[in-house]
């Protein structure tokens, strides 16, 4: 089987957090798991794209949608083209704590129509290949990594610095291979020994290490349940998830994507650092 490779380049995002949040909740005494519970339906679309609604309100609400994709906010909507149960969980916060609820989603079919869209054809091959498509960093090309602000001011790309080519040589970023398949949504990183980190995020990675490139590489090996997932929010970009384990190019506490640009042979992601 020819081995498909293709390239990506991606800016890293730097955000700050202001404390300024909605009060709603603030003061309450800590949620339980009951005010966290939700209902969910299935999609006029299909049976097997699922909409959620919370039960109640709060500042902060995340989703875990048990397919490798999470969202925020009091409703959200799952996509799950192959058939199985799927374990959802809405985490809520105020002041004073959180909760959790959870509960399984079954879904009876696979949804094949799902699954054939120009993102996932792009990102896998389609059905055509079966073993996925493998994507590698450009590292031949100015500006395959850099940083820029969120949000962004002139452009989504790297705009306050662009790394030269080969610039990390030696990082372990280079090296690193990420295979997507369309069958299960099979995500597949092989990291050849050592991965490249921002430096914030050495306490998860005891034996991390100067490359003398900047920031820290690391040994490490990644799971071999990974999966991937991509959600297409109306009017904005689409947000590609890997699941727990998994990340792309270069460790900053996250593992959702945004895809600024997605063609045959080309991907730019942007993604918001997890620490700064």
Same mark, same amino acid.
């Given at each position: 089987?020819?081995?498909?490779?293709? #390239?990506?380049?991606?800016?890293?995002?730097?955000?700050?957090?202001?404390?300024?949040?909605?009060?709603?909740?603030?003061?309450?005494?800590?949620?339980?798991? !009951?005010?966290?519970?939700?209902?969910?339906?299935?999609?006029?679309?299909?049976?097997?794209? &699922?909409?959620?609604?919370?039960?109640?309100?709060?500042?902060?609400?995340?989703?875990?949608?048990?397919?490798?994709?999470?969202?925020?906010?009091?409703?959200?909507?799952? &996509?799950?083209?192959?058939?199985?149960?799927?374990?959802?969980?809405?985490?809520?916060?105020?002041?004073?704590?959180?909760?959790?609820?959870?509960?399984?989603?079954? =879904?009876?079919?696979?949804?094949?129509?799902?699954?054939?869209?120009?993102?996932?054809?792009?990102?896998?091959?389609?059905?055509?290949?079966?073993?996925?498509?493998?994507?590698?960093?450009?590292?031949?090309?100015?500006?395959?990594?850099?940083?820029?602000?969120?949000?962004?001011?002139?452009?989504?790309?790297?705009?306050? #610095?662009?790394?030269?080519?080969?610039?990390?040589?030696?990082?372990?970023?280079?090296?690193?291979?990420?295979?997507?398949?369309?069958?299960?949504?099979?995500?597949?990183?092989?990291?050849?020994?050592? =991965?490249?980190?921002?430096?914030?995020?050495?306490?998860?990675?005891?034996?991390?290490?100067?490359?003398?490139?900047?920031?820290?590489?690391?040994?490490?090996?990644?799971?071999?349940?990974?999966?991937?997932?991509?959600?297409?929010? !109306?009017?904005?970009?689409?947000?590609?998830? =890997?699941?727990?384990?998994?990340? &792309?190019? #270069?460790?900053?506490?996250?593992?959702?994507?945004?895809?600024?640009?997605?063609?045959?042979?080309?991907?730019?992601?942007?993604?918001?650092?997890?620490?700064?």
């Amino acid at each position: 089987m020819k081995n498909f490779k293709k #390239y990506l380049m991606f800016l890293l995002s730097f955000v700050f957090l202001a404390a300024c949040v909605d009060d709603n909740n603030l003061d309450d005494a800590p949620p339980t798991s !009951e005010d966290a519970r939700f209902s969910f339906a299935s999609s006029s679309e299909s049976d097997n794209i &699922i909409n959620f609604t919370a039960d109640n309100e709060f500042f902060l609400m995340q989703w875990d949608l048990g397919n490798g994709s999470t969202a925020e906010g009091r409703t959200a909507q799952g &996509i799950y083209p192959n058939a199985g149960t799927y374990t959802v969980t809405l985490t809520i916060f105020n002041n004073n704590g959180s909760a959790s609820f959870s509960t399984d989603v079954v =879904i009876d079919q696979d949804d094949p129509s799902l699954m054939d869209s120009p993102i996932f054809n792009f990102l896998t091959g389609g059905a055509a290949q079966p073993n996925g498509k493998t994507w590698v960093v450009d590292a031949n090309r100015d500006g395959h990594f850099g940083v820029g602000p969120n949000p962004s001011q002139a452009g989504d790309f790297p705009e306050w #610095y662009a790394a030269k080519a080969l610039e990390k040589e030696g990082s372990g970023m280079y090296t690193d291979e990420y295979t997507f398949q369309l069958d299960n949504t099979r995500f597949i990183m092989e990291t050849n020994g050592f =991965i490249y980190l921002n430096e914030a995020q050495a306490s998860e990675f005891p034996e991390a290490f100067d490359p003398g490139v900047g920031d820290l590489s690391a040994p490490y090996t990644a799971p071999d349940n990974l999966t991937w997932s991509v959600q297409e929010p !109306e009017g904005e970009f689409p947000v590609l998830t =890997i699941s727990a384990g998994g990340f &792309i190019g #270069y460790f900053a506490g996250t593992r959702t994507y945004q895809i600024i640009n997605l063609e045959e042979d080309e991907m730019f992601l942007r993604f918001v650092d997890g620490a700064n």
